[in-house]
């Protein structure tokens, strides 16, 4: 079943939080940066083509002028780490509502040694600064301002500061914003919209009875952040960001949480009793859960574990059977015709396993043993996944594509000193595999490639890794 929140409950938080934060907007903005393929434009379309542009634009450059109100630069997000590039796109507002996007834009750089840009808009990071990038029609001009700077985030999952790794200055900074205070009581997870960071936060575990501070939504460029509780979800764990919807599980109340990022109301669904929530995956309308029906009081995990599939309209479930207890991280193939879910195991007899749920059939299509516990995993767009060890600092690779263990329990990939790689992300820009080794405070970088150690930083009990896209 499903219960829905306004956004009441809200208003009178964000209030005071304005008091303190005016600058700070009511809706935090992580919503569609038009990347997607739906048409949020008021473009005219011509019965001949799809793009509207062609018809409108005159030959007559005098005549491009006529009615030019304003121009804007997507996406909103505005910031690009030292020696990397990214493609950036204007459009132009006239009279009438008219959106054209294939004018002859002029684009230019405030500052070439901090940001250079081509004609095409496309601006890449030369060192760390701030530079304003331009598009121009005539006397009209669009502006945005961009940072060229920290591209990696985490946070300090006991202490609850936010910190970052500057690529273009080699360099980690344990409180990004220096804010001498923590963003977070406890947090667990984190993605990125935009420009925004959403974190998980479960709260004080002496508070049996807290409901935790649910999510904090954290501006990335100005370090000003809001809390959202969302009513009816209790310790929140995994959160997963599509388009400008957050959704997070509720551990005690075995539930999860659809959040509208944009106007900050809410939905519950209700899971299975006793699912204990886990791991968690989104995709075309359907939530897919982890249930691992642990027993606090009996230490055990419910056998078999289960793979919850929710309808996001409907709100009806169907559970899948996973092949071993303890099913936790999820990971959608390159593909997203399958899920691939980690089955931990219970730390002793039962070894940890891999499935693969062919999510047409809605059952678990491949299966196979891998290492004792198995913890996080990550896929990367070669379809290799790299799967972290929870009693060990080993990391494992497989072949989705077919199911090869590129590297398992007689060969792993290595992290020396590590007993515990606790978070496995992937960078979007370099590749490269994001390892946290919590014992020696450590993020160890991977090459994707040979799997060779590229790097060592030095984060104290760093999780939750999110980067610029």
Known sequence: MMTRNGSKFFTSLFLL?????????????CGDDDDDDDDDSDDIVDDDDDTGDDDFWPDDDTQQLEGLERIEITPSMRAIP???????????????????????????????????????????????????????????????????????????????????????????SEDHFGFGQAVAQFPVDMQIAENYACIADRGDD??????????IILDLSTGQYQTLIIPGLSRPRDLRIVDDQAFVTGTLSDNFARIDLVDLTSEIYELPEGCGPNGLEVMYGRAFVACNYFDADQNTYGDPGRIADVDLESGETALIDTTQVNPGSLALSADESSLYVVCTGDYAGRPGSINEI??????????????????????????????????AGNVYVVDTGDNTVVRGADDPVK???????????????SGHVFVADWLNSKTVILDSLDFSVVDKIDTENAGGYIFWE
């Open 17 to 29: 939080f304005a008091l303190a934060l005016p600058a700070l907007p009511v809706a935090c903005g």
């Open 82 to 172: 030292k020696g990397f590039s990214k493609a950036f796109s204007a459009a132009a507002y006239y009279e009438g509502g008219t959106t054209v996007t294939q004018a002859d834009f002029v684009y230019d750089s405030s500052d070439n040694s901090v940001m250079s840009v081509d004609g095409d808009g496309a601006a890449t990071g030369v060192k760390n600064g701030s530079a304003v990038l331009s598009a121009r029609l005539g006397e009209v001009v669009g502006e945005a301002q961009i940072t060229v700077g920290a591209d990696i985030f985490f946070f300090n999952g006991v202490t609850g500061y936010f910190g970052s790794y500057d690529r273009g200055r080699d360099r980690v």
């Open 206 to 215: 002496d508070e049996t009875d807290s409901p935790g501070r649910d999510i």
């Open 358 to 391: 062919d999510l047409a059939a809605g059952q678990v299509r491949d299966f196979f043993s891998l290492g004792l516990a198995p913890g996080d995993i990550a896929i990367n767009s070669e379809g290799l996944a790299f799967i972290g060890e929870n009693l």
């Open 415 to 429: 992290i020396d000193g590590a007993w515990w790689t606790y978070f496995v992300r992937i960078s979007p820009f």
